[in-house]
């Protein structure tokens, strides 16, 4: 909120928030004021290595079996004393 109210008091034009129209466009755009005809919010996507993305979930599942197999035992030992 203190961005905007920041920006507006600055009347500032910044990168994928905020535009100074001057008049003579905003009467070519028949004073349309919609912000997307003004502001480029569009940011690129990441791309993501699926290869390294696999890898990590297959390291995460064996440690997931190392911990279940470790709790398990331990679960055995509590309930063996009983």
Same mark, same amino acid.
């Given at each position: 909120?203190?961005? $905007?109210? /920041?920006?507006?008091? #600055? ?7 905020? !535009?100074?129209?001057?008049? %003579?466009?905003? $009467?070519? /755009?028949?004073?349309? #004021? ?7 919010? !569009?940011?690129?996507?990441? %791309?993501?290595? $699926? ?32």
């Amino acid at each position: 909120q203190k961005k $905007i109210f /920041n920006t507006y008091d #600055l009347w500032q034009t910044t990168d994928k928030f905020s !535009y100074v129209a001057p008049l %003579e466009e905003i $009467i070519e /755009n028949d004073f349309n #004021l919609n912000i997307p005809r003004y502001v480029d919010t !569009y940011k690129e996507e990441e %791309e993501i290595d $699926i290869i390294k993305a696999q890898t990590d979930i297959d390291n995460i599942n064996k440690e997931l079996q190392i911990i279940e197999t470790k709790m398990s035992s331990c679960l055995t030992e509590l309930f063996q004393d009983e």
